[in-house]
């Protein structure tokens, strides 16, 4: 019985950690498009935002950016429960904690494209807040997936 309650409750977390996740990268990529682009619904152009206008709109962006990793932590550890059991599941923090790099790397590189092609559609020029958000997630991010991937490439080889 304590078995399939174990199960449940994991199944339940994983599917709120997808649905999380989900939403999460979802709306990153429309609320950053909308305001690099200035574009919204069917084609409307938006007024030109103020610096302070893009900042409050890049602190939501990484927000949802923190959001999309603690849905994809809450599904990683309700699959391992659901599959594994919980004493199974304590031995692969390491292997969870090398990934986190990557998954961040990954989000940050498409955040830095997402901008850099956004200009291409935009209606006016494009904030430097903007530009400046998207040259530093371009950087960052293959450096984070450079260390996640000598970070998971170590850890795991160490796991037997």
Not at 35 to 43: C, I, L
Not at 74 to 93: T, Y
Request: glycine letters at 14%; one cysteine or more.
């Amino acid at each position: 019985m304590q078995n399939r309650f174990l199960k449940f409750f994991a199944s339940i977390l994983m599917g709120l950690g997808v649905l999380v996740f989900t939403c999460s990268v979802l709306f990153v990529a429309g609320i950053l498009m909308e305001g690099v682009t200035h574009r919204f619904g069917e084609g409307n152009i938006a007024p030109p935002e103020t610096s302070e206008q893009s900042i409050h709109l890049l602190v939501i962006v990484s927000c949802l950016v923190l959001g999309s990793l603690v849905g994809w932590l809450l599904a990683r550890i309700g699959d391992w429960w659901r599959r594994l059991g919980s004493r199974e599941c304590l031995c692969k923090i390491k292997q969870l904690l090398a990934e986190i790099p990557l998954l961040l790397g990954g989000e940050c590189l498409c955040l830095g494209i997402l901008i850099l092609w956004g200009h291409r559609l935009a209606a006016y020029e494009v904030g430097t807040v903007y530009r400046q958000f998207g040259i530093g997630a371009g950087i960052v991010g293959p450096l984070l997936l450079l260390v996640g991937g000598l970070l998971f490439r170590l850890l795991t080889r160490a796991t037997p």
